[in-house]
């Protein structure tokens, strides 16, 4: 990384603070058929295209699907429809940051608008109050894609001293981490904590609960505001779940879940009927938890193995673990361990309302 490709705030302050004669600008994101966000630019203009801007009233508007992956080349607009709107942390004022689902020209959902589907079982189910909070690991990349504070030739010191780690030689880029919890809160999204993980410059943050769909959307959002303050930094961010084989802990997206008969007392048997659905369609689970997650669900470093389905109190060996405080107190929510950190939260959200509650 040069410097001439880093972000240049002193610079940039003299445009950043034109006066924008009250356009707003709207930066549209969405979803690309690998799971990385993509996003374009457009103004909005109160004069002409009103005055309120939420998810019935912006703009629909498309892009080149060939590019992304998203579409044939002979047949490539594919629609951006609105469906959740978040101040900008990064242009501020009154600018937004637009999450779009993908439509294809015929009015049916893109092949990777895993959205639409999440959505139709949230609101069929919505009477059971969901919840989840989903813990984003990642690791951060320099770029020659090398781990931050990993030596050139080898590896750093064993794990042990980097979950929660204080300390130079300990932790890498705290000023990412801190930026993005800012910039999590500034937005709007339900960015719950954040900590340094076990393999050295691996970190997680989580986002949570959340209600139903919004799991989702606020998910991605974080996801996207993380690349975007990583790329201020010239960092790159990796959801790879077992980007170093050995013994480094791999990447996950644990996915914790209640809803309300689980969290009222007595909740414990509402948490055990699930468990055993879920149980029961392992593999198909398995199937939408992520790219590459059994080279993380080997039984070892803090994880189930990836043919077998387990459940237990306090085990972070298990593939479904019940907080001890849950157990103890009767009622609560548990923890599915198995999503991997690439998982797409509409598809794990989604099976598991499938998968306890029925399919719409
Ligand atoms: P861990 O001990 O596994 O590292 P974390 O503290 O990182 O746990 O994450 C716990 C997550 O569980 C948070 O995202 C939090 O929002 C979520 N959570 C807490 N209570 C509930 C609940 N009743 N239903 C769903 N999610 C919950
Ligand atoms: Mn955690
Ligand atoms: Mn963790
Ligand atoms: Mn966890």
Redesign the pocket.
């Known amino acids: 990384m040069t410097t001439s490709e880093a972000s240049r705030p002193d610079i940039m302050e003299r445009y950043t603070t034109l006066d924008q004669r009250g356009i707003v600008i709207a930066e549209y994101v969405w979803v690309d058929s690998e799971g990385n966000t993509r996003s374009k630019t457009r103004t909005l203009d109160p004069r002409t295209d009103g005055k309120k801007w939420d998810v019935d009233t912006l703009p629909i508007w498309n892009f080149d699907g060939s590019s992304t992956g998203q579409a044939p080349g002979g047949n490539s607009d594919v629609y951006l429809r609105p469906c959740a709107v978040y101040p900008d942390p990064f242009r501020r004022a009154d600018n937004i940051i637009v999450l779009c689902e993908c439509w294809n020209h015929d009015g049916t959902p893109n092949k990777y608008n895993y959205r639409h589907e999440c959505a139709k079982l949230m609101q069929a189910h919505a009477e059971h109050e969901?919840?989840?909070?989903?813990?984003q690991e990642y690791t951060l990349l320099d770029m020659s894609d090398r781990p931050y504070g990993w030596p050139q030739n080898g590896f750093p010191a064993p794990q042990g001293p980097y979950y929660c780690g204080v300390g130079a030689g300990r932790v890498v880029q705290r000023d990412i981490v801190e930026a993005h919890l800012r910039a999590c809160i500034y937005a709007g999204v339900?960015i719950?904590?954040t900590?340094a993980e076990v393999s050295k410059s691996q970190w997680?943050f989580?986002?949570?609960?959340?209600v139903g769909i919004s799991m989702g959307d606020d998910l991605w959002v974080a996801r996207y505001i993380l690349t975007r303050v990583a790329e201020d930094f010239g960092v790159k961010v990796s959801l790879h779940p077992k980007l170093i084989p050995g013994d480094w802990n791999g990447a996950g997206l644990?996915s914790?879940?209640?809803t309300k008969e689980?969290?009222e007392e007595g909740g414990m048997k509402a948490i055990e009927a699930a468990i055993k659905k879920l149980e029961a369609r392992h593999m198909e689970h398995i199937a939408v938890y992520g790219e590459d997650n059994e080279k993380r669900l080997t039984g070892r470093h803090e994880t189930g193995a990836i043919d077998t389905f387990t459940y237990g109190v306090a085990n972070?060996g298990a593939s479904i673990?019940i907080?001890r405080e849950?157990a103890a107190k009767g009622c609560?929510?548990f923890?599915d361990?198995r999503p991997a950190s690439n998982a797409d939260p509409y598809r794990v959200t989604g099976i598991l309302m499938e998968t306890i509650y029925g399919a719409v």
Do not use: A, D, I, T
Request: proline letters at 10%.
């Open positions: 969901p919840w989840f909070g989903l813990e339900k719950s904590g900590n997680e989580q986002v949570g609960p959340c644990h914790n879940f209640s689980m969290r972070r673990r907080p849950v609560g929510y923890e361990r």
